[in-house]
């Protein structure tokens, strides 16, 4: 059984895309963002960076107590070298998967989610900011687009590295890109929004959109923490 701590993010969203499509046993523990839930002191021992998602193995291949794994990448990537799915054993299919995956991680991710904030969650309006991460977020659909340039998926077979990106390209009209753009981008985003597994996995996600994520108050929940105010969180 994994326990998944889980809000539907686009990274909260590749771990049920795994988790679906390898048919594993598996438990949702809610993490509400916008209510803080991210900051209380029994989920920083599962995620030291206060962050979702996360797991719980209750029942890992070595047989010893369960193991707890942060950030969305390490997760995939544990996930697959445990069922022994989505990536190749060959080592250069394998780093073909790794190389993609942490592209995601380290790129589209990131520029994409700066892209959401300052268009629509700052405060303040930033021409410049918002300008810089929509052109970014154009660029990083540019490369994946090239890169599936006559392959189905980006590694050839679908694995983990099309699970970590294809949530981030779903909300494409909120950071202002255009998928006729992209002719590959598109065929392969609908290639996989019609999995059954991907429809399984985003209906599980919608039980848990009862209230608008951000507000006032959650905007500082969410964007307004530093060290002290984390530290202060944790001893209480």
């Keep these: ?36 839930e991210q900051f209380k002191p029994d989920f920083l021992k599962i995620s030291p960076n206060n962050r979702m998602p996360a797991i719980v193995d209750q029942a890992p291949a ?17 996930l697959a070298e445990k069922y022994g799915r989505f990536l190749p054993a060959d080592i250069r299919g394998r780093k073909t998967v790794l190389e993609w995956l942490f ?31 929509v052109r970014e977020t154009n660029r990083l659909y540019g490369v994946l687009n090239g890169r599936l340039a006559g392959r ?15 949530p981030w390209i779903v909300p494409w009209e909120r950071q202002s890109q255009r998928l006729d753009d992209f002719p590959n981008l598109k065929r392969w985003f609908a290639a996989i929004a019609d999995r059954p597994a991907t429809r399984r996995a985003y209906e599980k996600g919608e039980a848990f959109r009862t209230h608008e994520t951000v507000t006032e108050e959650s905007r500082r929940v969410l964007f307004g923490q530093t060290a002290e105010s984390l530290r202060q969180a944790s001893d209480k």
């Design 1 to 36: 059984m994994i326990d998944l701590h889980f809000w539907p993010t686009p990274n909260g969203h590749k771990i049920t895309l795994f988790l679906e499509e390898a048919g594993v046993d598996y438990r949702i523990v809610p993490v509400d963002i916008s209510a803080g």
């Design 62 to 78: 070595d047989g010893g107590e369960p193991i707890s794994l942060f950030e969305s990448g390490a997760i995939l990537l544990y």
């Design 103 to 133: 592209w995601q991680v380290g790129g589209l991710g990131p520029m994409a989610g700066q892209n959401h904030h300052f268009g629509h969650y700052a405060p303040e309006k930033l021409p410049y900011a918002i300008d810089r991460y």
């Design 152 to 166: 189905d998926f980006i590694a050839g077979d679908y694995s983990i590295a099309d699970m970590a990106c294809y």
